[in-house]
C-alpha cells in the first residue's frame, strides 16, 4: 500500500511559470521520507498540494489509496497531520491545553478521554509542564512542540513536517528529532513521515532522500548514497555533510559514505 | 554607534511577582562588530534584543543606544527616535510583511521616516539587490513568496532604513546553504560599514565564521561574554551544561583529541580540520582502496540503494520501501 501516490502533477503560481509539469513521487507506507530542495525548488508548495490547501491545475494525489478531490479532503486530511515552520500561524487555543484539544473537538474525541490523549500528546513533546500556559507566553521552539502535539493527538497515518526544526535550540531540536524516532519506531508501518529541511544531518534520519530542484524531481537516493555524490548536491545548492566534506578534503579516506562516528573510530585506527 | 546596557532587568507587566526575565544584565555592544547572542530557548535572548530598540522597556537599570537613554520612564514619544537607529530582523519574516506588493513593503520603512516617495522607492531596490531578490518577485505579493524569499524582503525592509544598529533573530533558520552564505556576507559588510550588528543564532557554525563576540545566555543572566575562538575551548561538558551546540569543525576536533589527536589551534572549517588530521598520520602507510570494518550497514546501504536507482528508472516514481 502507498500512502501518498502523486501521479501527473502540473501546478504554478502564476500563470504560463510552471512549477511542477508531469510530477511523479510514490511514498510508501510506512517509509521515513526527507525532502530537501534549495529555497522556491516547490518542496512546500508539495506539501501544501498534498493537503489539498492548494489546488493542482491537473494530474492526481491520490492517500492512502483515496484521491484528493474537493469531496474527500476532510477524509484525506483526517490522515494526514502537518506541522508547519512558523507555529504561531497554526495556534488557535487559549491554553496549550486547549489548543492541542481543539483538533480533538473537531473530530468529536468525547470531552471525557480528551485529558488523557492532551497530557500523553504533549507529554511526547517534553511540554506536559506548559498545558496551562497561554500559547503567545511561549518561545517559538516551545510553540513547535505544541505545534507537534496537537497532531500527535489526532493520531495521524502521515506527518508532513515542514521545516519543523529549523528554529528549534539544540535541545528542542534534537527532542522534537528523538520524539519522531519513537514515534516511528513504536508506529513502523503504521506512520509514514515526511520531512521538508535543509538539514542534511536531519535528512540522514530517512530511509530515503528525494532532492527537488525547480519543480523537478532531481535525485531519490538512500541518505548515503546521496551525501557521497558531493557535485551533484553542489549544483543543486545543497550541501554535503560535514563528515563526507572532511572525507574528501583527507589524503586518503574509504570510498563510501560515514557518519561522524565511524570517520573518527576510522581516523583513531590510523592515529594506533 | 555603541549600545550600553547597563543593570537592565526585566519582566512582564508592573507586577512585582511576575517571573524575571532578564536579571542584572551589564553589556557593551561595540559598533562596527558583530556581536552574537546565544543561549537555549527561554534564556532571555529574544527579551534582550527586544531591550535594544525600546519595543520592550526597562523594569530597572537602563540601554543607552548612541546618546539616547531608555530606562522604565523614557516616554512613548522618545521611542521612533530609538527604533530609527535599531532596526530587527524578527525570527518569522511573514510576521512583518503586510504591503500589497514587496516593493511597497520595503519602501514603508524609509517612507515613515520621511523619505518621499522617489527617494523611498530608490533605496527599496537598492536594499532587495543587496539581498539578491531578483527583479521579477518586486511586484508579487510578499505573500506569494516561499520563506526564505520573506526572509529577503523583511531584511530588504530593515536595510533601505539604513540604521545605524541591525539586530538579527534567527536569521538564517529556513534558508538554503547558498541563501545562508550570501546572508554571511551580507552581515560582514555591513560590520564593514561601521554598523553594529547583533545576530541571535542557534548555529554555532555561523556564529564561528561570523561573531566578534558571543553573548550566552542563561535563566536571564549573562553566562559568558567571550571571542568565539576563546569560547569554544570550554569544555564539552560546559556547553552540554548550557544547552548549546558546539561549531562543527570544534565537536569533531574535540572528539579526535579524546582519540590522540592533538589540534594547536581551534579548528575554523573541514579544511582547518583536514589539514589539521593530515599532518599527524603517515599516509603511505594507508593502503588503497581503504576499507572500514564496523561501517557494514553504510555500505550495504549504499549498494542496496544503487540497485533500488535501476529499479526507480524502470518503475519511475521509484520504491524504496524495504
Given amino acids: 500500500m502507498n500512502a501518498i501516490t502523486i501521479d501527473n502533477l502540473n501546478y504554478g503560481y502564476q500563470e504560463g511559470e510552471p512549477l511542477f509539469q508531469d510530477f511523479q513521487l510514490t511514498v510508501p507506507e510506512g517509509q521515513w521520507l526527507s525532502i530537501v530542495g534549495h529555497n522556491g525548488s516547490g518542496k512546500s508548495t508539495l506539501a501544501k498540494l498534498v493537503l489539498g490547501l492548494l489546488e493542482a491545475q491537473s494530474g492526481d494525489i491520490t492517500v492512502f489509496g483515496q484521491e484528493l478531490t474537493p469531496a474527500s479532503l476532510a477524509a484525506v486530511r483526517a490522515q494526514v497531520g502537518m506541522v508547519f515552520q512558523n507555529p504561531d500561524n497554526q495556534f488557535v487555543g487559549a491554553t496549550v491545553a486547549d489548543d492541542v484539544a481543539f483538533g480533538l473537538e473537531n473530530r468529536q474525541v468525547p470531552s471525557a478521554e480528551m485529558p488523557a490523549l492532551i497530557e500523553a500528546a504533549l507529554q511526547q513533546v517534553g511540554m506536559a509542564d506548559f498545558a496551562d500556559r497561554e500559547p503567545h507566553t511561549l518561545s517559538g521552539g516551545q510553540k513547535q512542540r505544541v505545534a507537534l502535539a496537537s497532531v500527535l493527538a489526532l493520531k495521524p497515518k502521515v506527518i508532513i513536517l515542514d521545516e519543523a526544526t529549523a528554529m528549534l535550540d539544540p535541545a528542542g531540536k534534537s527532542a522534537v528529532l528523538a520524539t519522531l524516532q519513537e514515534l516511528k519506531a513504536k508506529y513502523q508501518d503504521q506512520l509514514t513521515l515526511i520531512m521538508i529541511t535543509h538539514d542534511m544531518d536531519e535528512a540522514a534520519l530517512a530511509d530515503r532522500i528525494v532532492v527537488i530542484n525547480d519543480g523537478e524531481l532531481a535525485l531519490d537516493e538512500k541518505p548515503a548514497a546521496l551525501f557521497v555524490q558531493g557535485a551533484a548536491l553542489k549544483q543543486l545548492g545543497l550541501d554535503q555533510p560535514f563528515e563526507t566534506q572532511l572525507q574528501e578534503a583527507l589524503p586518503k579516506a574509504p570510498q563510501q559514505y560515514l557518519s561522524k562516528q565511524e570517520l573518527a573510530a576510522w581516523l583513531s585506527t590510523l592515529k594506533a | ?322
Fill in chain 2, 1 to 322: 554607534m555603541a549600545i550600553n546596557i547597563e543593570g537592565l532587568t526585566f519582566h512582564y507587566g508592573g507586577a512585582k511577582q511576575s517571573p524575571t526575565i532578564l536579571d542584572d544584565i551589564n553589556l557593551t555592544i561595540p559598533s562596527g562588530r558583530i556581536t552574537a547572542i546565544v543561549g537555549q530557548t527561554g534564556s532571555g535572548k529574544s527579551t534582550l534584543v527586544q531591550n535594544l530598540n525600546a519595543l520592550l522597556l526597562p523594569s530597572g537599570g537602563q540601554v543607552v543606544v548612541g546618546d539616547q537613554v531608555i530606562t522604565s520612564k523614557t516616554k512613548e514619544k522618545a521611542l521612533p527616535a530609538v527604533r530609527a537607529q535599531v532596526g530587527m530582523v524578527f525570527q518569522f519574516p511573514e510576521n512583518q510583511l503586510f504591503a500589497a506588493t514587496v516593493l511597497e513593503d520595503v519602501m514603508y520603512g524609509p517612507k515613515n521616516f520621511g523619505k518621499t516617495a522617489e527617494e523611498a522607492e530608490e533605496l527599496a531596490k537598492k536594499a532587495l539587490n543587496r539581498v539578491s531578490l531578483a527583479e521579477e518577485f518586486w511586484q508579487r505579493s510578499p505573500f506569494d513568496l516561499s520563506g526564505g524569499q520573506m526572509r529577503r524582503v523583511a531584511l530588504a525592509g530593515v536595510l533601505a532604513m539604513n540604521p545605524k544598529a541591525m539586530v538579527f533573530d534567527e536569521p538564517a533558520a529556513g534558508l538554503d546553504p547558498q541563501g545562508q552564505l550570501e546572508l554571511l556576507d551580507l552581515l560582514r559588510s555591513l560590520r564593514t560599514e561601521g554598523k553594529t550588528v547583533v545576530l541571535i543564532s542557534h548555529q554555532m557554525d555561523q556564529v564561528l565564521a561570523l561573531a566578534d563576540q558571543v553573548v550566552v545566555m542563561q535563566d536571564g543572566q549573562v553566562a559568558a561574554v567571550e571571542a568565539p575562538d576563546q569560547l569554544f575551548q570550554r569544555s564539552r561538558q560546559w556547553f552540554l551544561d548550557h544547552s548549546l551546540d558546539l561549531p562543527t569543525p570544534v565537536a569533531f576536533a574535540k572528539d579526535l583529541e579524546e582519540k590522540g589527536y592533538h589540534f594547536d589551534h581551534l579548528p575554523t572549517s573541514v579544511a582547518d580540520v583536514a589539514a589539521q588530521i593530515a599532518k599527524q598520520v603517515d599516509w603511505s602507510q594507508v593502503t588503497e582502496p581503504v576499507n572500514v570494518a564496523g561501517a557494514d550497514w553504510q555500505s550495504q546501504q549504499a549498494s542496496q540503494s544503487s540497485a533500488d536507482q535501476v529499479l526507480t528508472s524502470n518503475s519511475r516514481g521509484g520504491d524504496l520501501h524495504e
